[in-house]
């Protein structure tokens, strides 16, 4: 892809927008682009610099974008909205064409980094009620402010921040760990910086070794809470608005990646800004469990499609038969009474024992989030909550006591030290 029309090759020091960034290191890459962690010589902050193909459809996407992110950002200046904000755009000219730039506020791992590094097993529920409240907050901002639908609403779309200024604050930022700390900046030249560097990967190195001697003593049984988060405010923001369309202005019919994605996409029965709410809820209970919540498949005489839709109803109890038949690709899947053609037998597993039997949650905790995830994926898309009064529900300001608090203090160093918030 390093080709005319393809990705722009960058070296460490490479300079941008005429000096103005200097790239740091890479941060991570997608279909469209790769984006580089830079310094900002003039706010003498870390920016996040997403270099875009440079073949003319990129080119399409990325003006797009840009247009979607510059309404998000002008339409909150205090960047409070748990929603990206783009800094500056421009247009750079290398070896393989012209590529659009975007500069945004730098931030750290995905959610879906948070989820695989606590090993696939759910995080503490107060942490999931926190994220669930910042990216709600980022949710009714775009719905009810701007009228833009995400349309791709995922774990790896979420990215958590931290609140520390890496370069206007060195002392805090020295004491704050290792990874959490953007890598190869210009802020740590002094060899003061690099003692207290080695200290914290010496105290990190320390912590690993105790965590795995005391998982060993516990029978392997790795522990079921997000240790690394304890004690952590946790921030996050909505990110990736390469498919976003204005509601009034959709462009595509078939949306959002297949895990997360609502019936009414499915069965091309339109769609409008609940399609981001049953994400939300996906997420949700992803955040919690560790499991996706549905992972259609496709089988013997059946789509992943028509999967898709008898693993929702084996959750969430028979589809309407009007919302059935009601779609585009409705004779696709379901007979005239409403029932799928080709999956005739399905076990009903209700989401509050699903979060029992499987999930082990006690009966209060499952009742609760089972109350409010449910709502969010009712089968008619203008029954769901919006994001505003989902706000609202009572799930999101309940504390579970924490009983992980046995398990001790050391493992916190080793989480944050390991991962980027
Ligand atoms: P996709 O194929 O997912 O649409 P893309 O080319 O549009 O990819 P992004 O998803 O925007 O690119 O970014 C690619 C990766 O770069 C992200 O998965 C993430 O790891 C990293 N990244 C993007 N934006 C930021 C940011 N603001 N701060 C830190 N890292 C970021
Ligand atoms: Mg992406
Ligand atoms: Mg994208």
Redesign the pocket.
Known sequence: SYRKGGYHAVRIGDPFAGGRYIAQRK?????????W?AYDTQSSKYV?L?I?KSAQQFAQAALH?IEVLLSIANGDPSNSKCV?HLIDHFKHTGPNGQHLCMV???????LLGLIRFNRYKGLELNKVREICKCILIGLHYLHGELGIIHT?LKP??I?LFSTIDHAKDPVRSALTPILERPEGGTLNGGSTMNIIEKKLKRRARRAVANISVRRASMGGEAPKSARCLDGIDVRCKV??F??ACWADKQFAEEIQTRQYRAPEVILRAGYSFSVDMWSFACTAFELATGDMMFAPKSGQGFSDDEDHLALMMELLGKMPRKIAIGGARSKDFFDRHGDLKRIRRLKFWPLDRLLVDKYKFSESDACEFAEFLCPLLDFSPEKRPTAEQCLQHPWLNLRSSDQNEMHGQSNVDVGMSNLQI
């Open positions: 941060l991570g890459w997608g279909q469209f682009s790769t984006v962690l996040a997403k875009q974008e990206v945004l506020e730098f931030l750290g791992d995905s791709d790896e779309n990215l990110v990736d390469g498919n």
